[in-house]
């Protein structure tokens, strides 16, 4: 350090001395390490049931039929669909119309027909092409038509259509004859879990849990326990204005909040990351929004922290106002999950920093609502069982439901970026009005 | 946000030369129904005062006013000039020792010390200097770096002063430092009191027991209920109580013997044996008695081994004050 006689030379050595005090001092306190040892235990138990949820397999389920035999004549129904043999009668199969053919083996109709669905966003619209070949029928020759190949009449033969429906806000489906989709339960489940884990842990674990408990066990006493210890007069019967105080405890307290959050985000990431389903050793993509999960949780524990703080140093049972404040939270940050368009969740804390999670996951995977819509249409695209007219899966595919549930469209209207530079502006203004009326009340206390 | 920087200390000039340390014009303090303190004026610039009164008489009051605790009901209330509820500047010329015993007990003596310095806006090596200073003075240099959980209750006290002296202030205030001392910590922070005094600082020390404020200084204020009832010389109040009747106790092997010479000094109102061995005598010339005792006691021959005052001590001279009322 320089020996510059300057005030805001004296602002550094003061604000130094200060929030290094309160670093030592939290240091000190078993509580702290309880309460960041509980956490670190919580964050590794569910990574811990995550990864055990990616390593196990799924059993494929023949989604359109046509590995089943309905007649019994030993040929399975997909096989029989392209020799256009009745399905249903014994009597008729592609073995009697050439002694050549022998039935496949009907685990070649179990996945044979994965999603290669590709979404054009600009028209809201996305085509899905026909893998094994249920409808191009080619061991029957020229016995169908191109008309009847493009029964969806997109002008596309043999294909799937979505198309995002603004009136009941789903996605539609029409598939062409006899084009049903059986893709991979696994790898299906474990791409949905994946997001839908990431999306769901940032926002739950971090966001919500971690940026409350943090603050409430950590930050409330930061002025109240120097008060009760009979203390506090070491800090201010100094050349030190009050609104320093303040701001120097705070910042003590992010000293080691924002640095624990950050090594509990990493050791996330990288388990998580090396947990990816896919070829690639190590999924990079996430990152972004391990960033996202990062700065919303260091958002929450200033926010959090700043008005913990203020209602700890107001009055005694402060700590009860914390509480109250925190169920509220609570509460919006089920609505927040629930429906983030509802305008009541924008009186939160939690909404703003849920949304950045939200805005990070859309810009990293922006495909996300057409893998919901693929793992819906299983069970809701009536087209898809064109084939049997039956439907192998009676719900949709696992690990949509988690992906849908964790999963929000951004309310604000705006693209990811401008969300995302919105909400963190909201809630920095948030921490300086905080500090600001607390710093008033503060001033204004008398220190018994 | 932004720290008001005018409320920074030591970069203004806080005082000039004839501002008195301490000004208190009419200030009153309550606290809902309770008084703490009651139209006091005083003013005072350098020497050790002493602050007596009982528990509850608004000594800590008047130093949590002045220390920018609380603020005051009424008056006005100025440390160099400059009102410390609203400015912390007054503060880097002010060192307060509480009257709360709790301390950092996790922080080492030194610590402790450079560590509250530093809001002075000491650097760090500045601080670690100036905390081994005052260490020093106030005899602590070698547990400095033991903690202070493990302190006696002298040492608690000593290190509590270093703390207020780090940052070489003008006016140092002392709420009680001598409560729960041993013998020989007591004498050294009176020690350390009566040195930082003759430096020529201000410095406010209150107690509860006359004769340990005695031992430091004779400048005394008495406080009362939160009224101030006396401020001045210790021995201009005394002779204003030598208009009521006094005692003096003797204790002597033949108290009839000396009571003989003391019939017929115009001085005594009365005399009285307790025993065999004690005589009290009554006065209203507490000073004049005490001026003539020697020359009677050697005139007599009687072996004296003690002379005291039986009701010299605060709750005594509060009676005395308030005319029987306290």
């Known amino acids: 350090m320089t020996e510059k006689k300057s005030r805001y030379s004296g602002v550094d050595k003061k604000a130094a001395a200060l929030t290094g005090f309160t670093i030592r001092q939290m240091r000190t306190k ?55 043999t009745d399905i249903r009668d014994p009597n008729d199969h592609p073995g009697l119309l050439n002694s050549s053919i022998t039935p496949d083996d009907p685990s070649l109709y ?44 997109d002008g596309i033969a043999c294909n799937i259509q979505l198309r995002w429906s603004e009136i009941d806000g789903k996605w539609r489906f029409r598939s062409d004859s006899g084009v049903d989709e059986d893709p991979d339960e696994d790898e299906y489940f474990h791409e949905a879990m994946h997001r839908a884990f990431i999306i769901g842990f940032g926002k739950v674990g971090f966001v919500l849990l971690i940026g409350i408990f943090l603050p409430l066990f950590l930050a409330t006493g930061l002025i109240r326990q120097e008060m009760e210890n009979e203390t506090l007069h070491y800090l201010v019967s100094k050349p030190i204005h009050r609104a320093e105080v303040l701001i120097y405890r705070l910042l003590g307290f992010l000293a080691i909040a924002i640095p624990y959050i950050a090594i509990l985000v990493i050791l996330s990431a990288l388990v998580v990351g090396f947990a990816a389903p896919g070829d690639s050793f190590f999924r990079i993509q996430d990152l972004g929004i391990w960033l996202g999960i990062m700065l919303a949780s260091w958002l929450m524990v200033i926010v959090y922290g700043a008005i913990f703080m203020v209602f700890g140093m107001v009055h005694r049972f402060g700590m009860v106002a914390a509480i109250v404040l925190g169920v509220w939270e609570f509460v919006l940050a089920m609505i927040t999950l629930a429906d983030p368009s509802l305008f009541i969740a924008r009186l939160s804390v939690i909404f703003w920093g849920m949304i950045i ?37 009676s719900g949709p595919l696992p690990g949509t439901e988690a992906l849908n549930s964790f999963w929000n469209s951004l309310p604000l209207g705006f693209s990811p970026f401008i969300t995302l530079l919105i909400s963190v502006f909201v809630l920095l203004a948030m921490v300086v009005s905080v500090l600001f009326i607390g710093q008033a009340i503060f001033k204004g206390k008398e220190i018994s | 946000m932004i720290p008001d920087l005018s409320q920074q200390g030591g970069a203004e000039p806080v005082a000039q030369a004839d501002t008195p340390a301490i000004l208190l014009d009419h200030v009153s303090k309550w606290y809902g129904q309770v008084v703490g303190l009651n139209d006091v004026s005083i003013a005072i610039s350098g020497g050790v005062t002493g602050v007596l009164g009982m528990n509850g008489a608004g000594k800590s009051t008047l130093f949590k006013l002045l220390c920018g605790r609380i603020k005051p009901n009424q008056g006005t209330l100025r440390l160099f000039g400059v009102d410390p509820w609203e400015s912390t500047s007054p503060f880097s010329k ?28 000491l650097s760090r090596e ?9 260490i020093e003075f106030v005899g602590l240099t070698d547990v400095m770096n033991k903690r202070i959980g493990k302190y006696s209750k002298g040492m608690r006290q000593r290190i509590k002063i270093a703390h207020a002296l780090v940052n070489d202030p003008q006016l140092i205030i002392l709420d009680e430092p001598l409560q729960g001392c041993d013998p020989l910590a007591r004498t050294t922070i009176m020690n350390v009191i009566r040195e930082l005094g003759a430096q020529g600082r201000t410095v406010l020390v209150s107690s509860h027991i006359l004769q340990e404020i005695e031992r430091i200084t004779e400048q005394i204020m008495i406080l009362h209920r939160g009224r101030l009832l006396a401020l001045g010389n210790l021995h201009a109040i005394r002779s204003m109580l030598d208009e009521h009747p006094h005692s003096i106790r003797l204790t002597c092997d033949n108290p009839r013997g000396i009571a003989h010479a003391l019939v017929e000094n115009d001085l005594v109102d009365g005399l009285v044996f307790e025993s065999d061995e004690s005589l009290v005598i009554r006065t209203h010339h507490l000073g004049d008695m005490h001026a003539q005792l020697p020359a009677v006691i050697h005139e007599s021959g009687v072996r004296v081994t003690g002379i005291d005052n039986p009701d010299d001590n605060l709750e005594s001279i509060l009676q005395y004050l308030t005319g029987g009322n306290s």
């Open chain 1, 110 to 153: 179990i996945n044979e027909d994965g999603f290669d669905w590709d979404l054009d966003s600009s028209t809201l619209q996305s085509v899905g092409k026909d893998d094994d070949g249920d409808c191009e029928y080619p061991e029957a020759g020229e016995m169908i038509t191109d008309s009847q190949k493009d029964s969806n009449g």
């Open chain 1, 357 to 393: 999670v939200d805005a990070c996951a859309t810009m990293i995977y922006p495909d996300t609502p057409i893998l919901i819509a693929q793992g819906k249409s299983i069970s809701s695209g009536d087209d898809f069982s064109a084939l049997t007219g039956y439907i192998g899966s």
């Open chain 2, 94 to 121: 002010i060192g307060y020792v509480s009257e709360s015993e709790r301390l950092h007990d996790w922080m080492t003596g030194l610590e402790f010390v450079s560590t509250f310095a530093r809001l002075h806006g």
């Open chain 1, 30 to 84: 078993l509580s702290t390490w309880m309460v960041m040892g509980v956490g670190v235990l919580a964050i590794l138990m569910v990574l811990l049931f995550h990864v055990d949820a990616q390593t196990r397999t799924i059993e494929s389920i023949d989604n359109d039929l046509d590995s089943y035999d309905f007649d019994g004549d030993g040929y399975p129904n997909g096989q029989e669909a392209r020799w256009f």
């Open chain 2, 126 to 134: 500045e601080a670690v200097e100036q905390s081994e200073r005052v």
